[in-house]
Antibody
């Protein structure tokens, strides 16, 4: 069974940093492209970032230059380093499996709250 | 940047057909994917590449895409279909994945 479990969310002040993790299991992680998608409270879905099997990476314009996606295939883990956090980054962050789109598996998400 | 436009809400009686649209410039030239999200849950993929139903999705769900509008159709709607539905595309022009704003489906 495919499992994606996000962690690392929490409360952070504006301008602060946070690192999200996504632990994958039930499938050969190194063979799959991955993404991060977020959802602000009561709002719609917003794509954040994509990482290929190797070194191809894309970011949403809203996070470019502030967020960095990476993966550790040996640990079957996906990461999102978030710097320079803003109020508008407050959201549930989902780890998803798939190419740029579509995504066939989603984690349950981790909540990031940016507030002073 | 590329924009996908969905109606905020659609209402339908049980047993009837629900039609959820997703508009975008020349969207017919892109592959459109659809997700269903119920309250408090992560989204699930209900339609990919315009009209491919993933395993486990009922045949009542179908999709189409033409010119400026993609459509997700749910036949014989059930109470359990009540959810938010989002369309999604990859815009190669801007190297961005784009989601529509979402449509809340209410089963009367």
């Amino acid at each position: 069974e495919v499992q994606l479990v996000e962690s690392g969310g929490g409360l952070v002040q504006p301008g602060g940093s946070l690192r999200l993790s996504c632990a994958a299991s039930g499938f050969p992680f190194s063979s799959h492209e991955m993404n991060w998608v977020r959802q602000a409270p009561g709002k719609g879905l917003e794509w954040v970032s994509y990482i290929s099997f190797g070194s191809t990476i894309f970011y949403a314009d809203s996070v470019k230059g502030r967020f960095t996606v990476s993966r550790d295939n040996a640990k079957s883990s996906l990461y999102l380093q978030m710097n320079g956090l803003r109020d508008e980054d407050t959201a549930v962050y989902y780890c998803t499996r798939g190419p740029l789109c579509p995504y066939d598996s989603w984690g349950q998400g981790t909540l990031v709250t940016v507030s002073s | 940047s590329y924009v996908l436009t969905q109606p905020p809400s659609v209402s339908v009686a049980p047993g009837k057909t629900a039609t959820i649209t997703c508009g975008g410039s020349k969207i017919g030239s892109k592959s459109v994917h659809w997700y269903q999200q119920k309250p408090g849950q992560a989204p699930i993929l209900v339609m990919s590449y315009d009209s491919d139903r993933p395993s486990g999705i009922p045949e009542r769900f179908s999709g189409s895409n033409s010119e400026s509008t993609a459509t997700l159709t749910i036949s014989r709607v059930e109470a359990g279909d009540e959810a938010d539905y989002y369309c999604q595309v990859w815009d190669s022009g801007s190297d961005q994945v784009v989601f529509g704003g979402g449509t809340e489906l209410t089963v009367l």
